[in-house]
T-cell receptor
Framework: SQKIEQNSEALNIQEGKTATLTCNYTNYSPAYLQWYRQDPGRGPVFLLL?????KEKRKERLKVTFDTTLKQSLFHITASQPADSATYLCALVMDTGRRALTFGSGTRLQVQP | ETGVTQTPRHLVMGMTNKKSLKCEQHLGHNAMYWYKQSAKKPLELMFVYSLEERVENNSVPSRFSPECPNSSHLFLHLHTLQPEDSALYLCASSQRILAAHTYNEQFFGPGTRLTVL
């Protein structure tokens, strides 16, 4: 069966450290992958997009990697701040078929001051 | 603000009521989507519209009826819902329909928190 797995347990880290979140998928052939941030009671907000032929993408303190052999994406936030506390969702767009995002269930990040 | 608005933000309805959720995007996008988000579950795609034409219906029960009168507005009409339909309903838009080589992101509204009694 097709699955997108993100760590369902909350990730707690200290301010200033690097947060690393994982997204693993099985039985999908994604054309590209996106990461979103969601705050409680609000809609997801787009952060980064990485294509299947890209290994790494950066934007300010954010970095995403995409390994289609391992079927995994890693999302890093460097120099984390309490304001980074939120739920982070990974989402795939397939190379064929469905014309929308398929989401993982998200990982909640808590950055302690 | 993402440029996508949803009303109402909160809705409580009985199982026999009929209500509608409204979504409007001010971004000039051509594709709009409805998602359902239940606690501890991934966002579930419900419907996809491209240029006012429904292009995907993700096996959604007929008690949910979408309407897209133009490319800026999307409605979700609700009737005879069940308590398990209680969830956050999210509307989203993208410049073009998502596909392998369009590399679009989605812009989400704030959602409507629906409670069915």
């Amino acid at each position: 069966s097709q699955k997108i797995e993100q760590n369902s347990e909350a990730l707690n880290i200290q301010e200033g450290k690097t947060a690393t979140l994982t997204c693993n998928y099985t039985n999908y052939s994604p054309a590209y992958l996106q990461w979103y941030r969601q705050d409680p009671g609000r809609g997801p907000v787009f952060l980064l997009l990485i294509r299947e032929n890209e290994k790494e993408k950066r934007k300010e303190r954010l970095k995403v990697t995409f390994d289609t052999t391992l079927k995994q994406s890693l999302f890093h936030i460097t120099a984390s701040q309490p304001a980074d506390s939120a739920t982070y969702l990974c989402a795939l767009v397939m190379d064929t078929g469905r014309r929308a995002l398929t989401f993982g269930s998200g990982t909640r990040l808590q950055v302690q001051p | 603000e993402t440029g996508v608005t949803q009303t109402p933000r909160h809705l409580v309805m009985g199982m026999t009521n009929k209500k509608s959720l409204k979504c409007e995007q001010h971004l000039g996008h051509n594709a709009m989507y409805w998602y359902k988000q239940s606690a501890k579950k991934p966002l579930e795609l419900m419907f996809v519209y491209s240029l006012e034409e429904r292009v995907e219906n993700n096996s959604v029960p007929s008690r949910f009826s979408p309407e897209c009168p133009n490319s800026s507005h999307l409605f979700l009409h609700l009737h005879t819902l069940q308590p398990e339909d209680s969830a956050l309903y999210l509307c989203a838009s993208s410049q073009r329909i998502l596909a392998a080589h369009t590399y679009n992101e989605q812009f989400f509204g704030p959602g409507t928190r629906l409670t069915v009694l």
